[in-house]
């Protein structure tokens, strides 16, 4: 028999903490059961004991918790009974209290405690204030764990803090202690060389406490010697001007601790901090050799290479501070030497060049003025007979020869320049080895006149023309115009000058080129007429016969000797017009017509007509092999609002093919794609709707196929 049950569990409501039992009756004694919450199968232990006496059978849940809650279930293997648990929630509370803490002043401090279950929110308190999460305060709560960090602690912070949750709470005190007084920086050793300044520095663990500064045991006090500052925490004593006796043990003293440091001040060696320079001086003149020591009040020696030398009318010697100076008067070429200045085993030397008095001009080149083609002699005096001199033009040294003849005699020094040019004019320079004379060369030249003159020319529109015409002289800039107008080179205009021949060249010529150009040079010019003629309407290329494969494109291309001019497209004695498999185009001097998916019956002459002009090809077809479909198009079913692709394959790639639906032609356009990719044609009829239902054929060359959408 079946096992049922006599007594059902019945629902129970339980406090939490407490413990509940569900009990029930089965129709036969000691009948096995399972307990179940939800779908998960209860085990016995702490949390569930499981009782079975006679027909009677319980569950009993100890320390029921909120989650405890749900639908419980007694399972047998023929029936099962179901009660619903409600657990009566107590608030929460601390499970773990703050607790007192002591701490130094600075430090940080984190007071924290657990509740025995989730709260939406606690607050914390010091006395009656309510404190805010921030940088002195950081709050904090994650699971039960609730913690307030509290930092950099001041004696002020000393008081109960509390933390409440909901009516309950819990209590800690702080205590901040006062930190005791320490050298958080201790003073450093310092060595540095004499003369610098030197800067000892120490900082508290508490600011403006007052401190004592000594060397040795004697107390220090500001003034010229030593400056002590303090700024907050840090404290600072400056020694000014180091000397060597301010070596020592110097300490900072605050109450009973101090810090200690040694300095040492090192004495400067005595070094020539600027030394000699070598120097040129001229003949008959004076020269001061200075130096400058490291110390002042250092005695110094003078001596010319080995000798030593006394202060006297030769020799005037000079000591101011750290600076030693000597004058050397009235040079002579046997002065030029090198000089020392000793102080102890430190020495610096330089050397003295004793220049010879210059070469100067008694007599300066004069400026000359000579005819094209004449010669010109210029002539100069110098101070020393045989005296070297380089003659230049500019900054070239000239050389002799043809050209140019160079002459010495005595004193004078001529140049000579033969065959005067117009190029020759310019500055001359006689240049000795201590100065120079400068004079102008003029060249007279006879006057410009155009050698060759413009011609009258006549050329075809768009072609280019050139005038050409050419000086008496060379290297000359002339103005092209056009009537008044100034001409400048640019895509237009091309200007050439070649040595005297001038050109202009005026590119892709229109009738409006037409006119009178002129080439003008100050106030010579010649002057030539140019006429422009129209390029007569032609064919410059004509039309080419084309053969294609059936179901291809030709392209039917010809040029006019005009660009923009509108031509008319004939197929025998039809004219054919844009559209459909016509496409016609004309880009510049190039007239085209394609003819697309060419059949049979489009063999025959085409014509491009321009006016009376016209030009004619054949255009022949090669007419495919017998076709057939290798696969056919298969019917299908699909839903309305879906798209459909219907797809099959010809025997060849080259053959044209016409769709249908039910006898109507299927044209490319709006939810219609029509695609060939070798010789598998398809048909996508987009967002299909209940009257796109038919049937649909693929045909080419009477040959067809036929499915049912």
Known sequence: LPVTFKREIQCLVVKEGGSGVFCCELSKPGAPVDWRKGRVILKPGEKYEMKQEGCLTKLVINNIEESDAGKYICKTKDSQSTAELTVQGLPPSFKLPLVNQEVTEGNSVVLRCELNKPAPAVEWKRGGELLRNGDKYQIRKKDLQVEMKISDLSLDDTGDYTCVCGEQRTKATIIVNERPISFLQELKNIQVQEGNGVTLCCELSKPGTPVQWKKG????????????????????????????????TYSCVCDDIKTTATIIITAIPITFK?????????????????????????????????????????????????????????????????YSCFVGTVVTSADIKVRAIP????????????????????????????????????????KPGYKYEMKQEGRFTKLIINNMEESDAGKYTCKTKDSQSTAELTVKAPPITFKTKLRNQQVEEENSVTLSC?????????????????????????IKNRNSIMELTIKNTQLEDSGLYSCIYSDVKTTASIT????????????????????????????LSR??????????????????????????????????????????????????????????????????????????????GKSVLLSCEVSSANVPVT????????????????????????????????????????????????AKL
């Open 470 to 494: 050419e000086l008496s002289k060379p290297g000359l800039a002339v103005e092209w115009r056009k009537g008044q107008e100034l001409l400048k080179n640019n895509f237009k205009y091309q």
């Open 563 to 640: 660009a923009g001019v509108p031509v008319q497209w004939w197929k025998a004695e039809d004219q054919l017009y844009h559209g459909g498999r016509y496409q016609m185009m004309l880009r510049g001097k190039i007239a085209e017509m394609h003819i697309k998916n060419i059949q049979p019956e489009d063999v025959g002459e085409y014509s491009c007509v321009l006016g009376e002009q016209k030009t004619t090809a054949e255009v022949n077809v090669r007419a495919a092999a017998s076709v057939f479909f290798e696969k056919e198009l298969e019917s299908k079913a699909v839903m309305e």
């Open 532 to 559: 422009i003629t129209p390029i007569p309407l032609t064919f410059k290329m004509g039309l080419k016969n084309q053969e294609a494969p059936e179901g291809g494109n030709v392209s039917l291309r010809c040029e």
């Open 274 to 338: 600027q030394k000699l320079k070598n120097q040129e001086a001229v003949e008959e003149g004076s020269v001061t050799l200075r130096c400058e020591l490291s110390k002042p009040g250092v005695p110094v020696e003078w001596r010319k290479d080995a000798q030593l030398l006394k202060e006297g009318e030769k020799y005037q010697i000079k000591q101011e501070g750290r600076m030693a100076e000597m004058l050397i008067r009235n040079l002579t070429l046997t002065d030029a030497a090198e």
């Open 659 to 706: 769709w249908k639906k039910d006898n109507t032609v299927v044209e490319e356009g709006g939810r219609y794609i029509l695609k060939k990719k070798g010789p598998i044609h398809t048909l996508e009829i987009k967002k299909l709707y209940l009257e796109d239902a038919g049937e649909y054929c693929c045909i080419t060359r009477g040959k067809k196929t036929t």
């Open 359 to 398: 070469v100067t001009f008694k007599q300066e080149v004069e400026n000359l003025e000579v005819k094209e083609g004449d010669s010109g002699v210029f002539c100069c005096e110098l101070s020393k007979p045989g005296a070297p001199v380089d003659w230049r033009k500019g900054r070239v040294v000239l």
């Open 217 to 248: 045991d004697n107390v220090l006090t500001s003034g010229e010697k030593y400056q002590m500052k303090q700024s907050g925490s840090t404290l600072e004593l400056l020694i000014r001007k180091s000397q060597p006796e301010d070596s020592g």
